[in-house]
């Protein structure tokens, strides 16, 4: 039928190859099949219809303005985010000038030409000016007469190989968090310099004597400010917040900063604006729960868990509040367990030193010796970590699988060790998406470091 007909296209053979795809000068390939309004209306992959758009938009098989439409409105419903969509206007010709703006710009032009002209002319006539001008280059790159100074690189000490002593007397902690916390400046540097490239730059603020128009002109930037929030553009955000601060500092305006300085990362930033928001309002339950999030980001959840308390005294309902509170409550006790696990682990290398506190000797009886890894365990569960900071998470689950192989006989003694390779294999576990076998040792050594029945 004819309405058949319309909803097909019909292609020179000369296009397509025996498999019935695209062949000419598009850099992809679309089944004939596909340039159909059915099968496009039905379409939900995003490339596959950017293709389709773009093949359409060539013209180098006819226009179908029709077909064109319906694929454009597909993907802006399936991926609306598309390049393709966006449609970049036509630079103003002279044609589409009306005739009283064409010949002031025309002004404008010629004027600006004589001007140049003329400013030509004057430094011809005045000459040329070889003595205030310095050479070019010095022989050899520097003055003569004077010595080169070469620019020493600054190494730091390093440890040689043959060095024992050395190797042995080294603290590999302090060496990790040092190289966590110059890692930890490099991210929180590139993070800011990303913060200044996406500011966007405002024209400078004229601030007015008069208190109410500053007011009105605060009022202003921030709802600005909360429009670029809104529309998830946080750096602009900070900027129009910024100046409305400058006009008027209020403690809401402070707040909102926060909350855009923590869609960025930026911890330490959104933490001054809640002190000063809470230094202005000491009750206010939207700062607290913002400086307990900054404070969660930076390990400190003490003082997290007590800004999230006093929340909840005045709102106990808060649901968020809560799950907050419950995540960072179990962050202690993790925290609280790997230190300790890591202080039975020191006991365990050191040869002949006593466990517990450093209280003075009693005479009788001695205190207890703490007992030593099997070295086949040590073993596997060195090499098991390596494995997963790698991201071999499979290599890790095998080798942490057969640390708890080897340390199955003596398991009663070593409880907290047998707990902490189920953790760690649980977290290899969910690293390869077995989700049943995570829980499986999760429960496992609960049930090893508490003896209770979960």
């Known amino acids: ?26 850099t992809c390939t679309i089944p004939i099949e596909h340039l159909d309004f059915a099968y496009i209306e039905n379409c939900t992959n995003g490339s596959e219809l950017e293709k389709i758009v773009k093949r359409l938009r060539s013209g180098e098989d006819g226009h179908f303005p029709e077909l064109l439409a319906s694929a454009e409105k597909q993907l802006a419903k399936n991926k609306p985010k598309s390049e393709v969509l966006k449609k970049t206007e036509r630079e103003v010709r002279r044609s ?39 050479p070019v280059r010095k022989v050899g790159g520097v003055e003569q007469g004077k010595d080169v100074v070469k620019e020493k690189k600054e190494w730091k000490s390093r ?25 930890e400046e490099k991210r929180r540097k590139k993070m800011l310099e990303d913060e200044e490239k996406l500011k966007p730059k405002l024209p400078k603020l004229e601030i007015p004597e008069d208190p109410i128009e500053r007011q009105l002109m605060a009022q202003r930037e921030k709802t600005k400010g909360n429009d670029s929030f809104r529309a998830e553009n946080h750096a602009e955000s900070i900027s129009f917040y910024t100046r409305s601060i400058e006009l008027d500092p209020l403690a809401v305006t402070f707040n909102n900063r926060a909350m855009a300085y923590l869609k960025l990362k930026n911890h330490s930033a959104a933490l001054d604006d809640v002190n000063e928001v809470l230094r202005q309002e000491p009750d206010n339950r939207k700062a607290l729960h913002r400086r307990a999030q900054c404070f969660l980001a930076e390990g400190r959840y003490a003082e997290a868990e007590a800004d999230l308390v006093r929340v909840l005294e005045s709102e106990p309902n808060h649901s968020q509040v809560k799950a907050l509170l419950d995540e960072i409550r179990v962050k202690r006790e993790g925290e609280v367990k790997r230190k300790r696990v890591e202080i039975e682990e020191n006991g365990d290398e050191s040869e002949g030193e006593e466990c517990g506190d450093e209280s003075p000797v009693v005479s009788e009886p001695p205190p207890p010796k703490c007992l030593t890894l099997p070295d086949d365990v040590v073993a596997f569960k060195d090499n098991a970590t390596k494995a997963f900071k790698s991201g071999n998470f499979a290599r890790a689950l095998e080798l942490y699988s057969q640390a708890i192989e080897a340390l199955k006989p003596a398991c009663e003694d070593f409880k907290d060790a047998c707990a902490s390779l189920l953790n760690n294999r649980a977290a290899c576990h969910n690293k390869v998406g077995d989700c049943q076998s995570c829980i499986k040792d999760c429960t496992q050594g609960l049930r090893e470091l508490f003896a209770v029945v979960v």
């Open 96 to 134: 589409d000038l009306d005739p009283e703006n064409r010949t002031r710009i025309e002004e404008e032009i010629n004027e600006w030409e004589n001007d140049a002209k003329e400013a030509d002319a004057r430094l011809k006539e005045s000459g040329p000016h070889e003595k205030s001008l310095r």
């Open 159 to 183: 440890i040689k190989s043959g060095d024992y002593r050395a190797w042995d007397s080294l603290d590999l902690n302090r060496v990790e968090n040092e190289i966590e916390e110059a890692e």
């Open 1 to 26: 039928s004819s309405a058949a007909r319309s909803r097909s296209i019909a292609f020179p053979l000369s296009s397509m190859d025996h498999a019935g795809a695209w062949t000419g000068p598009s």
